[in-house]
Each structure stands twice: as structure tokens, then as C-alpha cells.
């Protein structure tokens, strides 16, 4: 069965500060798909970035990147330079190739960015 | 830029009722989703729908849920007879449904909250 891992519940940090958010995955697919969605207070889930296994190239994205390393199934997301508008649960998703292509979802981390 | 939109934004229901959720997947889009969140919980998969057929259901996809595209456009969850523990946001997504190009990204629907009481 899949499981994602967000070990961290909550992190506080002061803005321009730079956090990392831990996602570990468990699937025994050999073909999968990584995700980072943002939930900010509002509720809605915004999509961040789609990774599959055959790319552990890491991504950087303005403020924000992706570290994959496949040899300990993680898939961590740094933001630089923290700002108050980045306060939001981020959730880290799993998906396999073919059949409905259902995401699992870790818990969630709530990262508040204080001024 | 399309975008999957839900109604009711918000719902209270009282238990035992009926309620039907409503969803306007992306135009082009063929692979429609359902999840729900608790309050301050993880996000869990419903049911997938493809084809005008489930494609895939959770355990928590139990008689008491139905899902339907009544046309071109609407996606909608019925719940028959709410619970209190029903009580919970619900997120609608859809895919392109171009299989073979990989797990794609799905793209959510700004959710219902619903509130059995």
C-alpha cells in the first residue's frame, strides 16, 4: 500500500528565515508520482509541483525547491526566504501510473511565517 | 485560466438528510475525482470517475454515497442519509484523462464545507 510521511505537524519560523518541509513516501510501484499542494487559511488546495520517479533532478521554482532523493524515498520542499504569505498547511502527494491514478496524501505540515 | 468550481460554497444539513454536492470540472477534462478532509486532518480520496463509470472507490465510499454526471458539465456527490461524522470539506478535481502520459497533476476545486448537525 502507499503512505506519505510528513513527520512535522507545525513549524513557527520569522519571516526571511528559510524552512524545509519533510515528505517520505512508502509504494513499491516503480513508476510514481510525487506532489506538493499548498492549503492556505482560504482552504483551497493549490497545486506546487508534479515529480515522477524517473526524475531526481532537483527543481527550483523562485523562493521554492525540491529536493527528491530516491535512495531514501524523500521528497523535501525548501522555502527561501520565508514570507508571511507562505503561512499554510502544505501537504505532500503520492500518485501511480495508470488505473484512476488516486492521490495519497500525507498529513500535512501548518507552516506559520511571523513578520 | 479554467478552473474547477464547487457549489454549495458552504452547506449545514441536518442529519439523516439528503445532500448533493455540486462540481464543474475543467471543460476538457475526462477524469473527475472526489476527496474529503476533516477539520484539521489529511485529505482523503472518495472515488475517481471515468467514462461515466467509477473507476475507483475508497472504503469510505459506502452505499450511503453515489456520484453522477447528470450532463456535460456537472460532477456531483450525493450523500442519502448524512451523518454526523460526514461532516467535513469536500473537494472536487478532474484530470485531463490523457492515460499514458503519467500520473497528472489534478486540480482542485475550491471545496464544500459541510456541516451535519
Known amino acids: 500500500a502507499q503512505k506519505v510521511t510528513q513527520a512535522q505537524t507545525e513549524i513557527s519560523v520569522v519571516e526571511k528565515e528559510d524552512v524545509t518541509l519533510d515528505c517520505v513516501y512508502e509504494?513499491?510501484?516503480?513508476?510514481?508520482?510525487l506532489f506538493w499542494y499548498k492549503q492556505p487559511p482560504s482552504g483551497e488546495l493549490v497545486f506546487l509541483i508534479r515529480?515522477?520517479?524517473?526524475?531526481?533532478q532537483n527543481e527550483i521554482s523562485g523562493r521554492y525547491s525540491w529536493n527528491f532523493q530516491k535512495s531514501t524515498s524523500s521528497f523535501n520542499f525548501t522555502i527561501t526566504a520565508s514570507q508571511v504569505v507562505d503561512s499554510a498547511v502544505y501537504f505532500c502527494?503520492?500518485?501511480?501510473?495508470?488505473?484512476?491514478?488516486?492521490?495519497?496524501f500525507g498529513k500535512g505540515m501548518k507552516l506559520t511565517v511571523n513578520p | 485560466e479554467p478552473e474547477v468550481t464547487q457549489t454549495p460554497s458552504h452547506q449545514v444539513t441536518q442529519m439523516g438528510q439528503e445532500v448533493i454536492l455540486r462540481c464543474v470540472p475543467i471543460?476538457?477534462?475526462?477524469?473527475f475525482y472526489w476527496y474529503r478532509q476533516i477539520l484539521g486532518q489529511k485529505v482523503e480520496f472518495l472515488v475517481s470517475?471515468?467514462?461515466?463509470?467509477?473507476?475507483?472507490k475508497s472504503e469510505i465510499f459506502d452505499d450511503q454515497f453515489s456520484v453522477e454526471r447528470p450532463d456535460g458539465s456537472n460532477f456531483t456527490l450525493k450523500i442519502r442519509s448524512t451523518k454526523l461524522e460526514d461532516s467535513a470539506m469536500y473537494f472536487c478535481?478532474?484530470?485531463?484523462?490523457?492515460?499514458?502520459?503519467?500520473?497528472?497533476?489534478?486540480?482542485f476545486g475550491p471545496g464544500t464545507r459541510l456541516l451535519v448537525l
Open positions: 478535481a478532474s484530470t485531463p484523462g490523457n492515460r499514458g502520459r503519467g500520473a497528472e497533476t489534478q486540480y
Open positions: 509504494t513499491r510501484d516503480t513508476t510514481y508520482y
Open positions: 515529480r515522477n520517479s524517473f526524475d531526481e
Open positions: 502527494a503520492l500518485s501511480s501510473q495508470g488505473g484512476s491514478e488516486k492521490l495519497v
Open positions: 471543460s476538457n477534462h475526462l477524469y
Open positions: 470517475f471515468y467514462n461515466n463509470e467509477i473507476s475507483e
